[in-house]
């Protein structure tokens, strides 16, 4: 499948500060492709410098067939963007936040009146469609400003944290929404350091960390790289301490609320002692889960600090 | 991109901006009334013909009515989060800036016919001539354009652009000959032919005096030319301060 972004030797300094440092990708056409990083990690930078918000130090970023340094305006075209925090204008109304967007992308008045009420229902704002945007709360704000980044029919859909901070019912939406969307064709990029919604959502992911990418994979192949570190989770019926755990086969231990998990090598070796454990004492086990890595796992070893992943 | 459609966008600015910003009742009444009062209170027991007042009074409503909003827009936004999704829609820098720049030329348009209607039918005074109605298209364009300049380092806060706007509004009038005729200004008039006001103000002048110190050419040109001058380095270091703003 052909490359619809391609970032070759990305960097981006500020002063002394390097933001990006150098990286490359490719995300291919109808993929949905993820950037994973803690705070700081340079993926706001990134975006802004694939959409030509921010020039790059040094560089290029193909967006389809356009370099976004010289044909910005041609590849402005076929993109859609969600800027991290970004706000409708609050003094309009959600029908006149849509047509702007529809003005600014040169489409049409009746077929940019058609978009933005088909798209006010999708999201669930035709209601409230004359209404003026500071009436509205974060998710419809959010949902408006994604439904303002459709208006032009988009082939690329940049999204900078697109679910931040939103109540569970608009996260939902927003997230069926991108799958909807994706479905029929639209490539997606989307910042986020919420990993399962990457885990959820993305085809292959990225993970970001200062400046560098640390890795780039489907979820399930990063998550194969640490699979042999699986863990259970174990829950008895009287509490216990961490330190009954003391078993040559357990590498770490971690209290999770009223569970326990427990990391090691051998699986059968730790569930076996951990019944021995349960009959010696008589106390119950109550739940006993066998745990594969999770992306978070992959994310916590690849952006620690030491980075001797 | 064609330039008419970049045009096309840049109006759809516009429209945006006199909605949000300028078609509201108080906006449009400081507009008015402003330069009314400074006028009046510079004015008030110094003796001055009608002719010599209405000319000063012309500049300043459209330097005052141009330059008030413009500076703060794009400061806003920036805070808003609204100039990031802007910047980041198919239209150059310069069509973003144009858009802007017409709004206020608009409410400014507005705001001096209102002055030349009443000085026609309250004080009788004769001010309607092209070189006028071109001078004023040119001058709004102009003093827009130096607004916008005025917004271009990279701050988000209003009130900070609100202040270097105000460091530089006020002088310009007072060397401008909207109080004090150029030719009465001695060797301070050197600094009068700095300001875009001066040639404004000497337009309308020569429009309902019929003498002037520049000829109405020649008010015209360097109008123009600070028109062009102004607005290139306001997209210049709108453009440089863009990567500062987010």
Known sequence: ????????????????????????????????????????????????????????TEGEVHI????????????????????????????????????????????????SIKKAEDLLKMFHLYEKRNQKVKTFSKGMKQRLILAMALMNDADILFLDEPTSGLDVES??????????????????????????????????VAIMNYGKIMAIDRPEMLKSVIKKTSSVEVA?????????????????????????????????????????????????????????????DIFVKLTQKNENF | MRIFEQLKRSFAITKKDLSIYYLKGSVI???????AFVFISFILKREMSLDMMIPGLLGMALFFAVSAITPVITPWETRMRTFERLVSSPVYLWAIILGDIMASVLFGLFVVSFIVLAGII?????????????????????????????????????????????????????????????????????????????????????????????????????????TIFLFVIAVKWHEKSLDKRF
């Open chain 1, 236 to 296: 008895f019926k009287n509490l216990v301490e961490e330190k009954v755990f003391n078993f040559k086969e357990i590498i770490e231990v971690k209290k999770m609320g009223d569970k326990f998990q427990l990391y090691g090598n051998k699986m059968e070796d730790i569930i076996f002692f951990l019944i021995n454990h349960s009959q010696k004492t008589n106390n119950e086990i109550i739940s006993l889960k066998i745990l594969e890595p999770s992306l978070e």
């Open chain 1, 171 to 204: 996260v939902r939406l927003i997230r069926d929404l991108i799958r909807k969307f994706n479905q029929e064709g639209v490539t997606i990029f989307l910042t986020t350091h919420n990993i399962k919604e990457a885990d959820l959502l993305c085809d292959r």
């Open chain 1, 64 to 111: 389809g067939k356009y370099n976004i340094q010289k044909e910005s305006m041609e590849a402005r075209q076929i993109m859609g963007i969600v800027p991290e925090m970004a706000d409708a204008y609050i003094d309009l109304s959600a029908i006149r936040n849509l047509l702007l967007t529809g003005e600014l992308y040169g489409i049409e008045k009746e077929k």
């Open chain 2, 29 to 35: 009444i400081q507009g008015l009334l402003i330069p």
């Open chain 1, 1 to 56: 499948m052909e490359n619809i972004i391609k970032a070759e030797r990305l960097k981006k300094n500020y002063s002394s500060f390097n933001a990006v440092n150098g990286i490359s990708f490719a995300v291919k056409k109808g993929e949905i492709f993820g950037l994973l990083g803690p705070n700081g990690a340079g993926k706001t930078t990134t975006i802004r410098m694939l959409t030509g918000i921010l020039k790059p």
């Open chain 2, 122 to 226: 309250l004080l009788g005074v004769e001010i309607i001539s092209f070189p006028l109605i071109f001078g004023t298209i040119i001058a709004a364009f102009c003093f827009s354009s130096l607004g916008t300049l005025i917004s271009a380092p990279p701050a988000d806060k209003p009130s900070d652009i609100m202040l270097i706007a105000s460091i530089i509004k006020f002088p310009l009038i007072f060397i401008s000959g909207v109080f004090i005729p150029i030719t009465e200004m001695g060797v301070l008039k050197i600094l009068s032919f700095f300001s875009p006001l001066t040639y404004y103000t000497d337009l309308a002048r020569y429009s309902i005096q019929g003498t002037s110190y520049f000829s109405p050419v020649v008010d015209l040109l360097v109008l123009s030319v600070f």
